[in-house]
């Protein structure tokens, strides 16, 4: 009798990102950016973006966030 074995690809959070990054863009000044597994395939992406305020330099705001899901074929696909 056949045996069915479902394998989730699982890609890293650098992949998830730079996926987001060439549909969606980057934006200037990215100064942390994270991709967080909510549940099975998918993902919180969030970026933040310098608010470039000369007494805090590391000082940000999230300036993206979406919601990503990671198919098994790889395909990944982006809700705003």
Same mark, same amino acid.
């Given at each position: =009798?056949?045996?069915?074995?479902?394998?989730?690809?699982?890609?890293?959070?650098?992949?998830?990102?730079?996926?987001?990054?060439?549909?969606?863009?980057?934006?200037?000044?990215?100064?942390?950016?994270? !991709?967080i597994n909510? =549940?099975?395939?998918?993902?919180?992406?969030?970026?933040?973006?310098?608010?470039?305020?000369?007494?805090?330099?590391? !000082?940000?705001?999230?300036? !993206?966030?979406? =919601?990503?899901?990671?198919?098994d074929s790889g395909e990944?696909?982006?809700?705003?």
């Open positions: =009798f056949p045996v069915t074995i479902n394998i989730h690809l699982k890609l890293s959070e650098s992949e998830i990102l730079s996926e987001v990054y060439i549909q969606m863009g980057r934006p200037d000044n990215v100064i942390k950016d994270i !991709a909510v =549940f099975d395939n998918h993902y919180r992406v969030n970026i933040w973006q310098s608010i470039e305020h000369p007494l805090m330099p590391k !000082a940000g705001k999230i300036v !993206a966030s979406y =919601f990503v899901t990671v198919y990944v696909v982006i809700k705003q």
